[in-house]
């Protein structure tokens, strides 16, 4: 079984325009605070944000994490949500190759490849 981390680029967040507070202003350093803690009530669900995307999306994203992990896979033809492995959400990619592969998204945007032994 191989077992792969990667962040899907596709997701990744970027502050934009925001200024670090001077370090001698306490009020702004009290709104910068208050900012970040409303920051994580924003936080993008990326298990959600992947079951929304459109099958040949969601096939792209899966490609993406299956030859991260260095596996084989010249594309991804078909993609299935399948139940939960472990309480983590989780999909199978199916390889033109032949080869499936399971891929379980976690809340934060990693994802893990499990395949097979031998593909």
């Known amino acids: 079984m191989r077992l792969f981390l990667t962040i899907p680029v596709l997701f990744a ?3 934009c325009g925001q ?3 001077p370090a ?3 009020a702004a350093l009290n709104a ?13 669900n990326y298990v959600a ?10 096939q792209g994203v899966f490609l993406r994490a299956i030859r991260d992990a260095n596996l084989s896979c010249e594309d991804v033809d078909k ?9 983590v959400p989780t999909w ?11 891929i379980q998204v976690k809340a934060d945007g990693s994802a893990v490849v499990i395949s097979p032994t031998g593909q």
């Open 79 to 87: 993609v299935e949500k399948i139940d939960p492995v472990g309480g």
């Open 49 to 58: 944000a992947i079951g929304n995307l459109n099958e040949p999306s969601q």
């Open 19 to 21: 200024q670090p507070a």
């Open 32 to 44: 910068a605070g208050n900012a970040m803690a409303g920051n994580d009530a924003n936080a993008t």
């Open 92 to 102: 199978r990619a199916h390889c033109v190759n032949g080869s499936d592969h399971l």
């Open 13 to 15: 967040l970027a502050a």
């Open 24 to 26: 001698n202003d306490a």
